[in-house]
């Protein structure tokens, strides 16, 4: 498993659990590291065959959702 992202809460990190799971992607939810735990903070993990496609994903979603995504990953390039 490696880490996707840092959510600050469990709220929104369950919604993009969701999301993700739409695309056929499974994302384990789990309380994030101690240093970075403050207000609930969770991570998201998932595994290595998938972790391309769902940086992909979570860059889409966003890049038209400012703001929920601490971390937000960079933007696909070409193939």
Request: cysteine-free.
């Amino acid at each position: 498993m490696r880490l996707l992202t840092l959510i600050a809460n469990s709220l929104d990190g369950r919604m993009l659990r969701d999301i993700l799971a739409l695309d056929g992607l499974h994302v384990q939810l789990v309380p994030a590291p101690a240093e970075v735990r403050q207000g609930g903070a969770v991570a998201l993990l998932i595994e290595d065959d998938e972790f391309d496609r769902a940086r992909a994903t979570l860059a889409r979603w966003a890049a038209e959702h400012p703001g929920i995504v601490s971390d937000p990953p960079p933007a696909a390039g070409p193939a």
